[in-house]
């Protein structure tokens, strides 16, 4: 019964229209033209999973979605609204989240502190206790210095602490890279225990075997584009051309 009820809202959300809608995105680092006409679109209440190799453009979609990029072309639309030239920190405030690969862990702050930095932008964020719920782990270390903690802590600290800011979408880079087969099993129950609350989540993942047990949906990025996509009903019938896209 969970089950009919989860995709029942799934179904009710794709037909409502996109949460975030990116057409024909071009981005820059400086003279470097990244992406090349980038076009997916994620569904309220889903997990969305960017697929690729290194350099393929997937950090750099988020970036741009995130307003980090400067120089970017092309259309965002999250919800009703243009966010394709706004600033990260109104895109911030709309409820949009980004967690990076590097994590940003302050190293002369506690895990306390850490968790406390960014403010809350919108109503509904997660509450201390909440959080505490999701990742034991960060309770029992709360005035450990943040760069002190294991790189799997560290990854739990770097996702709690968005989720006290009230955003609803979240975009987590690299979230499993270089972390233990037990942490990354957490993770994966994180985000589908964050799904089941109503969290929407672009994913960007080259452990298309994590992300299969998490994600709705798949695109493939390759040299700025994308050049696939399939819904996870569809991953077994994909997994040679998975193989080749991704050059496992």
Not at 18 to 39: C, D, F, K, M, R
Not at 219 to 238: C, M, P, R, T
Request: charged share 20%.
């Amino acid at each position: 019964m969970a089950d009919v009820k989860m995709a029942d809202r799934a179904t009710a959300a794709a037909a409502a229209g996109p949460v975030l809608a990116v057409e024909n995105l071009e981005a820059w680092y400086g003279e470097s033209h990244i992406l090349h006409g980038i076009n997916f679109n994620v569904n309220a209440g889903e997990v969305v999973t960017l697929l690729g190799r290194n350099g393929a453009g997937k950090t750099t979609t988020l970036k741009s979605v995130m307003g980090i990029i400067g120089k970017r072309t092309g259309s965002i639309r999250f919800g009703d609204q243009d966010i394709t030239r706004a600033s990260s920190d109104r895109i911030a405030r709309m409820g949009v989240a980004f967690c990076p690969e590097e994590r940003g862990i302050f190293a002369s702050l506690d895990v306390r502190e850490n968790l406390l930095l960014p403010p809350i932008v919108r109503s509904g964020g997660l509450s201390l206790d909440q959080i505490f719920e999701l990742f034991p782990n960060l309770k029992e270390r709360l005035n450990s210095q943040g760069t002190k903690l294991s790189g799997g802590e560290q990854q739990m600290l770097a996702i709690a602490r968005i989720l006290r800011t009230g955003a609803r979408f979240l975009m987590l880079d690299e979230p499993t890279e270089g972390l233990a087969p037990v942490i990354i099993q957490q993770i994966g129950h994180t985000i589908a225990r964050l799904k089941s609350e109503g969290f929407t989540i672009l994913l960007v993942e080259q452990n298309f075997r994590f992300a299969s047990t998490v994600a709705d949906r798949f695109y493939i990025v390759e040299h700025g584009k994308i050049i696939d996509g399939f819904a996870n009903s569809e991953l077994q019938a994909n997994m040679d051309k998975l193989h080749t896209y991704l050059g496992v």
